[in-house]
């Protein structure tokens, strides 16, 4: 089952917030957030592993809630190299599964 | 550390043809490693679970004939692409799971195969 990512598209002037939501019809193990530039693979950026875990890296961070099967990641004061397609992926179970990646969430972050 | 090398980065070729892509852990043990394809403005659809010694594991929809998976190693996966045509033009990324990294699978850096 494909996350529901939100909104599927947002642009942003340098030094403005925006927040990214990835919900799931069906329970989580984990949840792996990626920005993707155009013509290049994934980067990743963190991986939230418990129930309403919170992590950070530099100025952006992302929390999770299991009960509610969703994740927001949060960007905060965004730089222009911020701008990219972002993508949650979940696990359907723990170990080795591979990701179930959402459509993605455009963010264009201009001067 | 983590890093996950593709070769070629771009290929372009006939229809009918047959494209290998190699997928490598180069800096530690991946004995899983997955396949996916993005066409263009959509995201990753996973195409195979690599597991080094054993058969892969195709996702519905996929032909493992058209799409054939090797794992012979724990640092190399590679995926042949047989009797290639246009609509199999896409981009092309493996992932690796390493042995001890919690979890995170770390991205090639993709594979952009053009079929005339």
């Known amino acids: 089952q494909q996350p529901v990512q939100s909104p599927q598209a947002v642009i942003l002037r340098e030094g403005e917030d925006a927040v990214i939501n990835c919900s799931s019809s069906k329970a989580l193990y984990s949840v792996h957030w990626y920005r993707q530039k155009h013509g290049e693979a994934p980067v990743f950026l963190m991986i939230l592993l418990k129930g309403g875990e919170q992590k950070g890296h530099d100025k952006i961070s992302a929390s999770f809630n299991e009960k509610k099967q969703q994740s927001s990641l949060y960007l905060t004061a965004s730089q222009l190299s911020y701008s990219g397609t972002y993508f949650c992926?979940?696990?359907?179970?723990?170990?080795?599964?591979?990701?179930?990646f959402g459509k993605g969430t455009r963010l264009s972050v201009i001067a | 550390g983590a890093v996950v090398s593709q070769h070629p980065s771009r290929v372009i070729c006939k229809s009918g043809t047959s494209v290998k892509i190699e997928c490598r852990s180069l800096d530690f043990q991946a004995t899983t490693m997955f396949w996916y394809r993005q066409f263009p403005k959509q995201s990753l659809m996973l195409m195979a679970t690599s597991n080094e010694g054993s058969k892969a594991t195709y996702e519905q929809g996929v032909e493992k004939d058209k799409f054939l998976i090797n794992h012979a190693s724990l640092t190399l996966s590679t995926l042949t692409v047989t009797s290639a045509h246009p609509e199999d033009s896409s981009f092309y990324i493996c992932?690796?799971?390493?042995?001890?990294?919690?979890?995170?699978?770390?991205f090639g850096p993709g594979t952009r195969l053009t079929v005339l």
């Open positions: 992926g979940t696990e359907r179970g723990s170990g080795n599964t591979p990701l179930v």
């Open positions: 992932s690796a799971l390493g042995l001890g990294l919690s979890d995170t699978q770390y």
